[in-house]
């Protein structure tokens, strides 16, 4: 079993910056996919980036955020620069044994495992 434990969130001012961090515990060795995702009320859930083998981002954060990872056993981290008001969401962390890269990284199917999300709030 995977859990995974999102950190990190926050109330920010608008051209802010925070850092999110996900801690996976459990039988992280075989993790090769780690992903973020984002929900803001009254609306779906929404693909911010991944990392495998690559990064892949949404538009909405692309030039903005920054997904790395240094290995299966270190936390994930997603570093967001110029914070706007529509970031504003809760931020999940996910992660699958597969290499889940291009098109597939912001499905959500792709993914076996979620934590249970950290607040962002953005200040206008």
């Known amino acids: 079993q995977v859990q995974l434990v999102e950190s990190g969130g926050g109330l920010v001012q608008a051209g802010g910056s925070l850092t999110l961090s996900c801690a996976a515990s459990?039988?992280?060795?075989?993790?090769?996919?780690m992903g973020w995702f984002r929900q803001a009320p009254g609306k779906e859930r929404e693909f911010v980036a991944a990392?495998?083998?690559?990064?892949v981002y949404g538009d909405s954060v692309k030039g903005r955020f920054t997904i790395s990872r240094d290995n299966a056993k270190k936390p994930t981290y997603l570093q967001m620069n110029s914070l706007k008001p529509e970031d504003t969401a809760v931020y999940y962390c996910?992660?699958?044994?597969?290499?889940?890269?291009?098109?597939?990284?912001?499905?959500?199917?792709?993914?076996?495992?979620w934590g249970q999300g950290t607040q962002v709030t953005v200040s206008s």
């Open positions: 459990g039988r992280t060795s075989g993790l090769n996919t």
């Open positions: 996910a992660a699958s044994p597969g290499f889940v890269g291009g098109d597939r990284a912001g499905t959500e199917r792709y993914y076996d495992y």
């Open positions: 990392i495998s083998w690559s990064t």
